[in-house]
């Protein structure tokens, strides 16, 4: 029970801490795009990111550095608060380094598609007009 108290802990205090730096990063790149019509901000922390768990992952996995609770902490809570495409690309690139391709384009499109097809949806019906 104690371990998993920490575990939560970890994962929630890098939640907060990624969603803290997705704000800051975010801000900062709108005020410097201003209101260009393009989602630069969101793209900005997308692609850091990307960048972060792939520089992380490496570290941990081929490497040995850190423990599983930083891994926790920084993977699920830190990235996971600051983004969670980058647990998709990361997903998306373990699939292919083994060469599941049906699963990488399944992976694609299930997100891709999938999640623009829900959003829309989910906008759909919170936008009738009733009566």
Known sequence: ???ALVHAAAVGIGGF???LARYGLGGLV??????SGFP???LAVNLLGCLLIGILAGLME???MFAPEFRLFALVGILGGFTTFST?????LMLMRDTDYLRVVANVGFHVIGGLLLVWL???VTTLELG
């Open 40 to 42: 630069y901000g969101t």
């Open 62 to 64: 081929e490497r040995q």
């Open 88 to 92: 998709f690309g990361y997903e998306t």
């Open 1 to 3: 029970m104690k371990v």
């Open 122 to 124: 989910g906008y759909a």
């Open 17 to 19: 801490l990624g969603a």
């Open 30 to 35: 709108h005020r410097i795009h201003g209101t």
